[in-house]
């Protein structure tokens, strides 16, 4: 298989406008790898690529589950790989973007065969969880079976505490003892990390503004009709954005702190994409600049790097 061309990079910087272009230059197709855009209907608040943008160049795995379904990073990385299969086959080049690292890692170093999602439990165990205090009961059951997994998980991730549980019960084993790939893992398919950065106090003006765009455009309407559809306890209802607008609709948050506070939490998970990167070996960085230059840059990359390859 060719190189994957991945585009990393803080939320913000440009990363899908960058990626089609690319895509178009060197014959490619995009891979998404963003937790939240893989579900359908969140658009606004994802700030997943427009259908015109997604136009010139084929894409995939956006707008593959919807919001009462789950892909978990093996899920992910199964479906991803047979998919740059697919467009390697056809002469393609893969061009992935997102902003789910431990997603991407998944994809390029692989994963241990986990115990597959059993629906009798996860019924067993959701029942549980929304009982009266039942994340609580839960996290305590989780406490005594696996404490290091405990330790890490908040009461309040249900889908983590049942997830840590379901593989508990199905394989007898602590979900914290099998084992996780690390920056240091090898790849599994070939790669070439391209992480575009942006000095911070730029980047946190062009992170306000996107979010007062969100929420201008229509995120509480967006937000609305897919409460319409499901759950409020779904999981992307929990994500950046959705999360202060579903307390916006059910009237629990005025609009103006819920603006307030996806700002901060979005410039609080653009800081934590950035150190996870930093720990990732082989990053190639460029700088956000004008679009024609990060451009250039990014292709200058990838012909010097599959010169010496």
């Not at 241990?112 to 629906?119: F, I, L, T, V």
Request: glycine share 8%; proline share 5%.
């Amino acid at each position: 298989m060719k190189p994957l061309i991945v585009i990393a990079g803080p939320t913000g910087v440009g990363k899908s406008e960058l990626a089609v272009r690319i895509a178009e230059e060197a014959g490619g197709e995009v891979v998404n790898y963003d937790s939240v855009q893989v579900y359908r209907g969140f658009d606004v608040g994802s700030a997943k690529p427009d259908a015109t943008i997604r136009a010139r160049v084929p894409h995939h795995l956006f707008d593959v589950i919807d919001a009462d379904e789950e892909l978990n990073a093996a899920d992910y990385a199964r479906r991803a790989r047979e998919i740059c299969a697919e467009i390697d086959a056809r002469g393609k080049r893969v061009v992935l973007a997102g902003g789910t690292f431990f997603y991407l890692r998944a994809l390029l170093t692989g994963l241990p065969e986990m115990p597959p999602r059993d629906e009798a439990i996860r019924d067993r165990l959701r029942r549980i969880a929304t009982s009266r205090r039942g994340p609580a009961r839960l996290h305590r059951w989780l406490t005594k079976v696996d404490a290091a997994s405990a330790a890490k998980i908040a009461i309040g991730d249900r889908h983590r505490v049942e997830r840590a549980l379901e593989v508990w019960i199905v394989s007898g084993r602590p979900i914290s003892s099998w084992p996780s790939p690390t920056a240091d893992s090898a790849d599994v398919l070939p790669a070439i990390r391209i992480g575009v950065r942006a000095e911070r106090a730029r980047l946190v003006k062009v992170l306000d503004a996107r979010v007062e765009r969100m929420y201008a455009g229509g995120l509480i309407a967006e937000t609305k009709a897919l409460l319409e559809r499901w759950p409020r306890s779904a999981r992307p209802f929990g994500t950046i954005g959705y999360k202060e607008a579903a307390a916006v609709v059910a009237g629990e948050l005025p609009i103006v702190d819920a603006i307030a506070e996806t700002k901060r939490r979005t410039r609080a998970y653009a800081k934590r994409q950035m150190t996870w990167l930093r720990g990732e070996r082989d990053v190639h960085w460029i700088d956000a600049a004008a679009p024609d230059t990060t451009f250039n840059a990014a292709m200058r990359l990838i012909t010097d790097f599959e010169g010496t390859t």
